[in-house]
Antibody, heavy 116, light 110 residues
């Protein structure tokens, strides 16, 4: 069974950096793109970008380009989403999901809270 | 890239059929047969219900069906059940090699 397991909830201050992770189990991790999706509190889903773990090629939504970095380490079946300087407006749940066009399996989500 | 347009809410009685629309442009919904629909219950991760416009993943009830006409895709749920009450989101591939979500529709089973 395919599983994506994300790292735990984070509480950070504005200006701090952060990297959250998404580890794949049960299938060939490098065979599928990994997509990151943001869900603001009480709001809808937003496509942030995706990565091909086999070669680390990335695509970003224009809304997130330059604000986050998506990376992957195929040797440990893990994808990452990172910020160099968090803002309060980054407070949200972040999901990783398998697939670059059609998303099928989802991680459980990581709650990121940014507050002074 | 603008979000796809969905109605904010729809409702129906148990046993009825409901349809949720998802309107985009020729650059996304109208240009590709890569429309998906997701169901999300409160506090849970989304679940894939329909992919490639009209295909159901294994394990998804055949009460869920999808279609597309021009720049508008639709999700139909027949024989509405209380457990179908959830938020529903559509997605589409775009001509910028990105994916765009709809704003989401809250389905209430009356």
């Amino acid at each position: 069974e395919v599983q994506l397991v994300q790292s735990g909830a984070e509480v950070k201050k504005p200006g701090e950096s952060l990297r959250i992770s998404c580890k794949g189990f049960g299938d060939s991790f490098s065979s599928y793109w990994i997509t990151w999706v943001r869900q603001l509190p009480g709001r809808g889903l937003e496509w942030m970008g995706r990565i091909d773990p086999s070669d680390s090629y990335t695509n970003y939504s224009p809304s997130f380009q330059g604000h986050v970095t998506i990376s992957a380490d195929k040797s440990i079946n893990t994808a990452y989403l990172q910020w160099s300087s968090l803002k309060a407006s980054d407070t949200a749940i972040y999901y990783c999901a398998r697939g670059g066009v059609t998303i099928d399996y989802w991680g459980q989500g990581t709650l990121v809270t940014v507050s002074s | 890239q603008s979000a796809l347009t969905q109605p904010a809410s729809v409702s129906g009685s148990p046993g009825q059929s409901i349809t949720i629309s998802c309107t985009g442009t020729s650059s996304d919904v109208g240009g590709y047969n890569y429309v998906s629909w997701f169901q999300q219950h409160p506090g849970k991760a989304p679940k894939l219900m329909i992919y490639d416009v009209s295909n159901r993943p294994s394990g998804v009830s055949n009460r869920f069906s999808g279609s597309k006409s021009g720049n508008t895709a639709s999700l139909t749920i027949s024989g509405l059940q209380a457990e179908d009450e959830a938020d529903y989101f559509c997605t589409s591939y775009t001509n910028s090699s990105t994916v765009v979500f709809g704003g989401g529709t809250k389905l209430t089973a009356l």
